[in-house]
C-alpha cells in the first residue's frame, strides 16, 4: 500500500472520520528513514528507573543516546545533540539548580527538546523545576493524560481546581480530559519556546496529539506497555530521536505511531512483561517507515 492512498480503517472510532492528511504520512515516513540513515544523537536527562530503556529504544529506533546529569556536560554537548529529552521521574536535591539552568541554556541557543512531566502535581521540588520551565518552554511535551493536565494547570493555562492527582507515575484520567490542556500547552509552547513551532503528546489506549492547531488520534498499542516501566519514558526518549531530524508535530506523530506498532507486534510475541520488553526493542529495530507511516491517525 503506498502512503499517499491510506484508507480510514474500518475500525476507526465513532466520531474519527477523517485521515491525517497524506503529506502527514510523507513527513512521518522521511522522518523514521531519516533517523535510520543519520543516526542522530539525543541527549537524556531523564530517571534512574528507566535510564536503559530509554537508551536501548533511542538505538532500536535508529539514533544514539548519551545520559547525563551535569549542567555543564549536557550544555557542551548540545551542540552535537540534535535534541534533547528532560524526564524529571526521579528527582534529586541538586536538580532544582541544574534542570532551570539546562532549560534557560536550551531557551538561548534554540536548541529543541522534549519534556517528560512525569508525577507532575507531586512534590514541592518537581513544582518548582515544572513551574521554571514555563519561562524556557520545552518543543514538545510527553506524558499521560494527568501529567498534561497537571503541567498545564501548573504554568497558569488551565484552572488550577480542576487538575487531579497524578497516582504516582500513572495517569488517573482519560486522553480525552486532557484535550484542552494539550491545545493550550502547545500553543503556549509554540509561542515562548523561541522555535515558533511546538507539539504536545499525551499517551494511553488512544494517543493524541496535536500542534496548537490540529488534534491528532492514534489508536492501537498494547495494554501491556502498562505492565512494563518505562514505555511512556521510552516514547518520550524515542520523540527526542526524530526531533533531531524533523518538526515537533511529526516527531511527536511519528514517536507515537512507531510504538502503537511496536507494541501491538510485541504482544503477538512475547509471553509477559520480561519478554515483552525485549519484543519491544526488536520491533522498534525491525518496523520500517513505511510501516510506521501507514498507521492509524485520525484528525479530529
Ligand atoms: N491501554 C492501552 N492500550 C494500548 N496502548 C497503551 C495503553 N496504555 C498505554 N499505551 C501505550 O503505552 C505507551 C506509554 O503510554 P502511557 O502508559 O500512557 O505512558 P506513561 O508510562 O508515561 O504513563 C504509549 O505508547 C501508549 O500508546
Ligand atoms: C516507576 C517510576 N518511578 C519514578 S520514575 C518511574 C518510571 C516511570 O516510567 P513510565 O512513565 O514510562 O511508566
Ligand atoms: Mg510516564
Known amino acids: ?37 543519520r543516526t542522530p544523537l539525543a541527549q537524556s536527562f531523564t530517571n534512574f528507573v528507566t535510564i536503559n530503556l530509554v537508551a536501548n529504544a533511542q538505538l532500536a529506533a535508529g539514533g544514539t543516546a548519551a545520559m547525563s546529569f551535569l549542567p555543564d556536560d549536557i550544555i557542551d554537548t548540545a551542540a552535537i545533540s540534535g535534541a534533547d529529552y528532560i524526564n524529571v521521574g526521579t528527582l534529586l536535591p541538586f536538580y532544582k ?54 503541567l498545564d494547570a501548573m504554568w497558569g493555562l488551565g484552572d488550577a481546581d480542576t487538575a487531579s492527582r497524578p497516582a504516582g507515575v500513572e495517569s488517573v484520567d482519560a486522553v480525552d480530559s486532557a484535550v484542552a490542556a494539550a491545545l493550550r500547552l502547545a500553543r503556549f509552547m509554540a509561542a515562548h519556546n523561541g522555535i515558533g513551532k511546538a507539539a504536545v503528546a499525551v499517551s494511553g489506549a488512544v494517543d493524541l496529539v496535536t500542534d496548537g492547531e490540529d488534534v491528532y488520534r492514534l489508536p492501537g ?20 530521536v526524530y526531533l533531531a531530524v524533523a518538526d515537533p508535530l511529526t516527531a511527536a ?42 498507521s492509524e491517525i485520525l484528525r479530529d
Not at 503506498?2 to 491525517?20: C, L, M, Q, Y
Not at 534554540?110 to 513551574?131: C, F, K, N, Q, Y
Request: charged fraction near 20%.
Open 1 to 37: 500500500m503506498s502512503i499517499e492512498h491510506i484508507e480510514v480503517p474500518a475500525n476507526a472510532p465513532a466520531g474519527d472520520t477523517r485521515d491525517a492528511a497524506p503529506d502527514i504520512r510523507r513527513r512521518i515516513a522521511r522522518a523514521v528513514g531519516d533517523v535510520r540513515g
Open 97 to 150: 539548580d541544574a534542570l532551570p539552568q539546562v532549560a534557560r541554556a536550551f531557551h538561548t541557543a534554540s536548541h529543541p527538546w522534549v519534556l517528560d512531566p512525569v508525577a507532575a502535581g507531586i512534590g514541592a521540588t518537581r513544582t518548582a523545576i515544572l513551574t521554571s520551565f514555563k519561562r524556557w518552554p520545552p518543543t514538545i511535551v510527553r506524558g499521560n493524560a494527568s501529567e498534561i493536565i497537571a
Open 221 to 240: 498499542g498494547s495494554a501491556m506497555m502498562t505492565k512494563i516501566t518505562g514505555a511512556g519514558c521510552s516514547l518520550g526518549g524515542v520523540t527526542a
Open 253 to 294: 506523530l511519528a514517536s507515537t505511531a512507531l510504538y502503537n506498532r511496536a507494541g501491538e507486534i510485541a504482544e503477538r510475541h512475547s509471553a509477559g512483561p520480561g519478554s515483552f520488553q525485549t519484543a519491544l526493542l526488536d520491533a522498534l529495530w525491525n518496523l520500517t517507515a513505511e510501516q510506521v507511516a501507514e
